[in-house]
């Protein structure tokens, strides 16, 4: 982590007041956070800076948060991702492990949870 | 004519011979007697009168010759001789036919005169006689006299007519008892015992039974001379046909009353005779616009009411009306109209007045001991009756048709009801993400503000900001479940004046997670600035949501894209709905069904959805129909009419 740089946090959800709810809570957090409406505006968006982590919906208009996992993958991006999900259907949660999210949360989520799970991300080795 | 010459002949010579038997025997008495001349004179000429009373003037005046050649022969001297005498003898002789011939011309023309006054007398008699006969025949009466003490009857050709008899002017008594039908004899034999003893006047009426089994009606009258109480003159009338007309008016008369009285609607016969009076007087005022007066007049319209009297009613009207209770039929109409029926009591009046032939609408109307009906009054002017100031008015008790209208208008919407708690049910996870969605936002906001308040230096600025996104959120899952709500509890549906296009965004948050799970993009593409509709909020709700779940389900095998296009525009006098799908479209022999209960072509489906959507539509005064898009696919349009106070937007 660079010295008085906080690391940049993607968020990607297409529910306007959740997408804008995370980006308070992880300023709030420390870090620093960019919003993205959908998979494919994340896709576009010139990343000039360093994203430390990924925090994506799973179920969204076009690219669903695993296909763009799978995406970023094959891309050789190595950024963390970590999923939310307003579902419970089965095999949801293996499917997301084996995409290579390193975090999966239910919403309505646990602040403390989001904390635990990004700060993993970000001290992990990129 | 030989045969008239010829008696006349005969005539003429009987009268000759007779006067010259009567000469002769005249000379031969004088002579016997030794009559001198003026009393042979005087024999002669009454003998000569005699035979002018037998025949013409002619022989008259030949016999008169005859008498003056006898005088001037035997009894004029020379005697035996018809020598000249002297001339005082032949002064006398000349008297004498002068005197005869006068006497005998004189009792001529007396004959004369006679016999024409007798012709006349004779031929007015005859046209008396033809006159009375013909005025009889035309009548269809005769007339009769019966003399009790004598046991004599006659009677005039007609009578004779009437009774089919041969018999000529004296029948008989017997003869008349044996034309008189079975039924009738008694009473006839009874009439005649009473008249025989009292001999009062008499009239009555009897039937003939003549042969062939003919049965006639004749109705007699007969009173006794003033001068002869035995003698009684009277008149006979055939009256079969008159009786037959009034048979045929009773029966009908009969079958109206039964019609009346039988009919199971209640029937008014009604006198308003006083209400015509009030209106006369409104329009002497001046008053053009009745309708208007009288809805500006109440106490009028009432008055009228009272002013309509009642003349008669049907059993039927006896139990629907008063009770049961012929005795409390009386008075006027006005306590059945409440109040807020005076409008057709009043309509009812302007189409009396302005000659309409009839009148009918469905109001209220009330009972003597109180109830409301729901009734379809009609109201019937037959001119011929409303010149007599009397109406015939007819009701027939709807408040049984009415009661199953709004039990089925309750259960219409207990079944709408029922359908929107089912789709509720089959939409919870999609309805619990749409509520998480929030929910996950205030939790993650409360978070957040949580560490801005637990920085060294809280950061209030961004609190601030997050409890106004807190707030947003609440307010959003609020509006959540006040839908979800609205759609659980059964209430009356409220028509109000309803933005489509809120309403249709509102139905599609209920169905984004549904969508999104199938897989299925729903674009809206709603016209701007559209009128409001008449609606209730929740059943458009519920179409919508039907119609894209059924767009949905329509798409699940089909291949990706999988497109719901939901679009609203104004048309004509309303806005159309309509949702479109790129499904494989409704095959020709479903369409005609598609809209019928219980018909489905989905496993496990009911097939109320589209029913319930119909009938959601029509009570909303919309329709509802189905097409194929040319590109594929189905396409539901609902067209609404627009809220009277958008209607010129």
Not at chain 2, 65 to 70: K, R
Not at chain 2, 332 to 337: G, K, L, Y
Request: hydrophobic content about 50%.
């Amino acid at each position: 982590m660079l010295v008085g740089v906080e690391p940049l946090i993607a968020i990607i959800d297409d529910d306007e007041s959740l997408r804008t709810a995370l980006t308070g809570l992880v300023r709030s957090l420390g870090y620093r956070a960019q919003a993205y409406p959908d998979a494919e505006a994340f896709l576009a968006a010139p990343h000039t800076q360093a994203i430390a982590c990924i925090v994506t919906d799973i179920h969204m208009p076009g690219l669903s948060g695993i296909d763009l996992r799978h995406r970023l993958a094959a891309e050789g991006v190595v950024a963390p991702v970590i999923m939310i999900t307003g579902r419970s259907e089965p095999g949801l949660e293996a499917r997301v492990l084996a995409s290579g999210a390193c975090c999966l949360l239910r919403k309505p989520f646990d602040a403390g949870a989001l904390d635990a799970c990004i700060k993993r991300a970000v001290a992990r080795p990129g | 004519m030989d045969a008239v010459l010829l008696g006349r002949a005969k005539r003429i010579a009987a009268v000759w011979a007779l006067g010259a038997i009567g000469l002769s025997g005249a000379a031969w008495a004088c002579l016997a007697l030794g009559l001198h001349f003026a009393a042979a004179a005087f024999v002669f000429l009454v003998a000569v009168i005699c035979l002018a009373l037998l025949d013409g003037l002619r022989s008259s005046l030949a016999f008169v010759a005859a008498a003056a050649l006898c005088l001037l022969y035997f009894f004029i001297p020379p005697y035996r001789s018809f020598a000249a005498a002297a001339k005082e003898d032949m002064a006398a002789l000349a008297a004498f036919v002068l005197a005869s011939g006068l006497i005998v011309a004189l009792v001529h023309r007396l004959r004369s005169l006679t016999d024409a006054h007798r012709e006349q007398a004779r031929m007015l008699a005859q046209a008396e006689a033809a006159y009375l006969a013909e005025a009889q025949r035309l009548s269809g009466a005769g007339s009769f006299g019966w003399n009790l003490d004598k046991n004599e009857f006659v009677w005039s050709d007609e009578c004779a007519r009437i009774f089919e008899a041969k018999q000529g002017p004296r029948p008989g008594i017997d003869f008349i008892a044996g034309r008189i039908h079975p039924d009738d004899a008694g009473a006839f034999q009874a009439l005649v015992t009473k008249t025989r003893a009292e001999r009062a006047p008499f009239e009555f009426e009897t039937r003939l039974l003549l042969p062939g089994d003919k049965v006639k009606h004749v109705h007699v009258v007969a009173r006794p001379l003033p001068d002869a109480p035995a003698q009684f003159v009277g008149a006979l009338m055939d009256v079969t046909d008159r009786k037959a007309a009034a048979d045929a008016l009773r029966r009908s008369e009969y079958r109206y009353r039964n019609l009346f009285q039988a009919m199971a609607a209640s029937f008014w016969e009604l006198d308003f005779s006083g209400v015509g009076k009030i209106v006369g007087k409104v329009r002497a005022a001046g008053v053009k616009d009745l309708v208007a007066h009288f809805a500006a007049h109440p106490d009028l319209v009432r008055e009228m009411m009272r002013e309509t009297r009642v003349l008669d009613v049907n059993d039927e009207t006896v139990s629907l009306f008063f009770g049961g209770d012929r005795g409390k039929v009386t008075g006027s109409v006005e306590p059945f109209w409440p109040e807020a029926s005076n409008h057709v009591y009043a309509a009812s009046v302007v189409a009396a007045i302005t000659r309409k032939p009839s009148y009918a609408a469905e109001c209220r109307l009330k009972t003597l001991d109180g109830r409301e009906i729901d009734a379809l009054f009609t109201a019937c002017f037959a001119p011929e009756t409303v010149a007599a100031g009397k109406l015939l008015i007819g009701v027939i008790d709807v408040t049984e048709r009415v009661r199953a209208q709004a039990a089925l208008e309750r259960v219409r919407a207990e079944f709408a009801h029922a359908a929107r708690v089912s789709m509720l049910g089959e939409l919870t996870a999609s309805i619990a993400h749409e509520v998480n969605q929030p929910l996950a936002a205030i939790a993650a906001n409360a978070a957040a503000g949580q560490r801005w308040l637990d920085r060294p230096e809280p950061d209030l600025v961004e609190v601030r900001a997050v409890i106004d996104r807190i707030i947003a959120d609440g307010a959003r899952a609020g509006a959540i479940i006040a839908r979800v709500r609205a759609m659980a509890t059964q209430k009356p549906p409220e028509h109000g004046p309803l933005e489509i296009n809120v309403a249709i965004g509102e139905a599609l948050s209920f169905l984004r997670h549904e969508l999104q799970t199938h897989g299925v993009e729903a674009v809206a593409e709603l016209a701007p600035e559209l009128p409001r509709v008449r609606a209730d909020r929740t059943q458009i709700h519920q179409v919508v949501v039907n119609l894209v779940v059924n767009a949905m389900q329509a798409m699940a095998a089909a291949p990706a894209p999988r497109r719901i296009r939901v679009s609203s525009v104004r048309a004509g006098d309303g806005v159309e709905i309509a949702v479109e799908d790129s499904g494989p479209g409704i095959s020709a022999a479903h369409k005609a069904r598609l809209f019928e209960s219980f018909f489905t072509t989905k496993p496990g489906g009911m097939g109320m959805g589209l029913p319930i959507c119909r009938s959601i539509v029509e009570a909303h005064g919309g329709r509802i129909d189905v097409q194929d898009r040319p590109e594929g696919g189905a396409r539901f349009r609902v067209t609404l009419p627009i809220a009277q106070r958008d209607a010129h937007t």
